[in-house]
Nanobody
């Protein structure tokens, strides 16, 4: 089992950047594919970014492609989400997720993930 703790959220202005971190417990972090999701008030949780076990593959939806970058440091048991050119519509609670993986692919749907963090609030003012 793995526990995930997100950090780095906050209040920023449109156009600013923010980097989220997600620290994972345990000694098998490299066995997990990782992802970020977000949930705005009144909306369903939505996929934001994914990275495979070895950081050789990433995937983003069009809404964040070119602005957000997911990365991981397996030595530090941490996955990051660098968010640039933030927009008010990026305002949401951001969740980190982990998926036990035996392959080298990325996971894009909520159902594929096994563990979730508690979330961190990101608010972008206009």
């Amino acid at each position: 089992q793995v526990q995930l703790v997100e950090s780095g959220g906050g209040l920023v202005q449109a156009g600013d950047s923010l980097r989220l971190s997600c620290a994972a417990s345990g000694r098998t972090f490299s066995s997990y594919a990782m992802g970020w999701f977000r949930q705005a008030p009144g909306k369903e949780r939505a996929f934001v970014a994914a990275i495979n076990r070895s950081a050789t593959s990433t995937y983003y939806p069009d809404s964040v492609k070119g602005r957000f970058t997911i990365s991981r440091d397996n030595a530090k048991n941490t996955v990051y989400l660098q968010m640039n050119s933030l927009k008010p519509e990026d305002t949401a609670v951001y969740y980190c997720a982990a998926r036990r993986a035996t392959d080298w692919g990325v996971a894009r749907t909520i159902a594929e993930y096994d563990y979730w963090g508690q979330g961190t609030q990101v608010t972008v003012s206009s």
